[in-house]
C-alpha cells in the first residue's frame, strides 16, 4: 500500500510539473509573480537608457524641507503606501521626502507613465524627419497595418488612444492581450495581433496596445531600439543623472513601450520640466513647442464610450483642469504621477504602490490631495 501510495503521489508531481510547462509563458510568468510591482525590472531582461555625461542636479532652495506636511496630507500619503513625494518649483527642490527604504537614486517602475515617454519620442522623430507628422498612416512604417481597415489608421489616432482596436486592456484576465504583454516573451508578435474594428479618431478608448504600436512605428522609423532613441533625445539631453532600465519581453528583445521604464523620482521630474518650458531645456529645444503644446491638449475632438468630449487626454499625457489651471500629467496604474504646473513652474512627482479605485473624470481621485499640498508648498 505504502508502495502505491507513494507511486501515486510521484505521478501527480510528475503530471503536474508537464502540465505546468506546457502552459504559455506568460501565464506561467503570471501565475509565479501574480499582480505587477513597482520593481519588476528585477524579474524581467532590461535594456540600459544611457544617462548624460553632464547631468543636471536639482538644486535645493533655500527653503528645502522646511515646511512640514499636516497630518492628513501625511496620511494620504502613507495610506496610498508612497515611496517618494518631490515637489520643485523654479527649477529648485523645495521638498522630498522618501519612505521604505527608497531614496533619490532607487528605480522605481513608471508602469502608464512610460506611455508619455514614448509620446515625446514621437515628437523627436517628428522633429528628425523621420516621421512627417502626427496624421502619418502607420501603414508606412508597419506594411501588416496596410489591409482592410488598418490602412486607415494614423499616428494621431495610437497617441489620442482612439485606434479603435480590438486590443484587450483587461488586467485581471491572463488571457488579456494586456497580461500577455506585460508577462509574455514576444510582444513584436502580439503587436501584429492588433486589427482595427472600429472606425479611427472616433471614440476614446484606453489601450495600451495603442502605445506598444507607437513603439514599433518609433523603431521602423528611426533604426533603432526604444531605449537607444531615448538616450539620444531625451536622456542625455535633459541630464538625467543615472541610467534608465527599460523592461524587455525578453533577452534582447523589445521593450515593453506601454510601461516598465524604471528611474527614480529626480530624473522623472525633468520630463516635467521639459513640459513646463515648452520643450526647451539646458539652453536647447529638445521637443518642438508646436508638439509639446498639441501633446498637452486634450483631443475634446473626440468622444468617450458613454459620448461626452474627451477633456482629460491628449497626446498620451493626461489633462486635469484644476483651481483654474492646466496640469499636464503622466500617470501610472500603481500611482506613478509626473505633474507638470507651467503656471507656476513647478513639477510634483509622486511614485508608490497603490493609488485610489475611484475616479472623478477619469482622474484617481487621491491626486486632488498630491496636488493641493504640493501646491500649498509652493512660493
Known amino acids: 500500500m505504502a508502495k502505491t501510495n507513494k507511486f501515486r503521489f510521484s505521478f501527480i508531481i510528475v503530471l ?72 520643485i518649483q523654479n527649477d529648485s527642490i523645495i521638498y522630498e521626502e522618501y519612505w521604505d527604504d527608497f531614496g533619490p537614486e532607487s528605480y522605481t517602475n513608471s508602469f502608464s507613465a512610460a506611455k508619455s515617454i514614448v509620446s515625446l519620442l514621437i515628437g523627436a522623430a517628428i522633429d528628425d524627419g523621420y516621421i512627417q507628422s502626427v496624421d502619418q498612416k502607420v501603414g508606412d512604417f508597419l506594411p501588416y497595418m496596410n489591409d482592410g481597415k488598418n490602412a486607415e489608421l ?51 478608448s484606453y489601450k495600451s496596445g495603442d502605445s506598444q504600436l507607437l513603439s514599433q512605428v518609433l523603431i521602423h522609423a528611426t533604426g533603432k531600439s526604444l531605449s537607444e532613441y531615448t538616450s539620444e533625445k531625451l536622456w542625455k539631453p535633459m541630464g538625467a543623472s543615472q541610467n534608465a532600465l527599460w523592461s524587455l519581453d525578453k533577452k534582447n528583445g523589445t521593450e515593453k513601450a506601454y510601461c516598465c521604464f524604471n528611474s527614480n523620482a529626480r530624473d522623472f521630474a525633468l520630463l516635467g520640466a521639459l513640459i ?79 493609488r485610489s479605485k475611484v475616479k472623478v473624470n477619469y482622474h484617481p481621485s487621491e491626486i486632488y490631495s498630491y496636488l493641493e499640498m504640493g501646491i500649498n508648498l509652493l512660493k
Open 16 to 87: 503536474l510539473i508537464g502540465i505546468w510547462l506546457l502552459l504559455p509563458h506568460h501565464i506561467r510568468m503570471a501565475l509565479t509573480y501574480w499582480f505587477p510591482g513597482i520593481e519588476d525590472y528585477k524579474i524581467f531582461d532590461n535594456r540600459t537608457v544611457i544617462a548624460a555625461d553632464d547631468a543636471f542636479i536639482w538644486p535645493l532652495a533655500s527653503d528645502y524641507n522646511q515646511t512640514e506636511l499636516s497630518s492628513e496630507y501625511r496620511d494620504t500619503l502613507e495610506s496610498y503606501q508612497t515611496i517618494a513625494y518631490l515637489v
Open 154 to 204: 494614423k499616428i494621431r489616432n495610437l497617441l489620442t488612444m482612439s485606434s479603435g482596436s480590438n486590443w484587450d486592456e483587461s488586467y485581471t484576465s491572463p488571457l488579456s492581450m494586456t497580461t500577455k504583454a506585460y508577462y509574455g516573451n514576444n510582444l513584436t508578435d502580439l503587436a501584429k495581433d492588433m486589427y482595427i474594428v472600429d472606425d479611427p479618431g472616433k471614440i476614446y
Open 276 to 354: 513646463n518650458h515648452q520643450g526647451y531645456w539646458r539652453n536647447q529645444q529638445i521637443i518642438s513647442e508646436n508638439y509639446i503644446n498639441d501633446a498637452t491638449t486634450s483631443a475634446n475632438y473626440l468622444k468617450t464610450e458613454d459620448n461626452k468630449p474627451v477633456d482629460f487626454y491628449g497626446f498620451q499625457y493626461w489633462i486635469l483642469n484644476y483651481d483654474g489651471m492646466k496640469i499636464p500629467y503622466a500617470r501610472g496604474i500603481l500611482g506613478q504621477y509626473i505633474f507638470s504646473i507651467p503656471e507656476k513652474n513647478a513639477i510634483i512627482v509622486r511614485l508608490g504602490h497603490k
